[in-house]
């Protein structure tokens, strides 16, 4: 759930620690959902190819947790202030989608 309040943030941290526009905030979250539609079907085809002997959710639940983290981590401690602008914040933003892609395909085991 901490990942989801800090990604309700993320406008904020974008006009406030980037110090991009409100307006064009909203124009970078949209196109990145927009890239989102790319990206998953893409990582379908990574995702079937994924076979270790630890299995395959485990695998990539944790790549996506971790990529999630460290895109959170750039856009919310690393790189506010740094001059990074729209560029920056649109970059560890698309890296978080990826990392959310990953997370949210991999099924959950269930529990009968």
Known sequence: MSVYSLIGLASYTASLGFGIATAVVGVILTWTRIIDGITDPLLAFVYDRVN?????????????????????????????GKGLGIIGFTLFYIIYVIGYT???????????
């Not at 639940?61 to 959170?72: F, H, N, P, Q, V």
């Not at 990953?102 to 009968?112: F, G, Q, V, W």
Request: aromatic fraction near 10%; proline fraction near 8%.
């Open 102 to 112: 990953i997370t949210n395909m991999t099924p959950l085991p269930s529990i009968r």
């Open 52 to 80: 270790t002997r630890f299995g395959k959710i485990r695998i990539l639940l944790i790549t996506g947790y971790i990529i999630e983290a460290l895109a959170l981590m750039a856009m919310f401690v690393w790189g506010p």
